[in-house]
């Protein structure tokens, strides 16, 4: 069985997580029911917006909140269903700030 890992976003965005994942033997899926998928990969990229860890942005960038909103809504729903999840950079900046963490913005 090939291992199904979710992703959010674009194939034309995250080329390299593409080839890493097909070259470790499972495929990546970009679009349709993440529910369906074995795992949930958060990957690298700008700034959580600092609001939602408490905090005002003082010098955070590259700040998406539509991307941080579905990224969270994404691993409530991966960790409801207790499915794994890794963080790469970023994503385990979300992951942090999902279970109540914060972030020193630089």
Known sequence: ???RIYLYGTAER???YLRAVTAAGGELCLNGC???CDGLLLPGGGDIAPWR???EN???RDVEPERDQE????????AA???PVLGICRGLQTINVFFGGTLLQD
């Open 71 to 78: 990224e969270l809504a994404l691993l409530a729903m991966f």
């Open 1 to 3: 069985m090939i291992p």
């Open 58 to 60: 003082r010098s955070s």
């Open 34 to 36: 993440p529910e369906t």
């Open 14 to 16: 995250y080329k390299n």
């Open 53 to 55: 860890y408490g905090q």
């Open 81 to 83: 269903i207790k499915r």
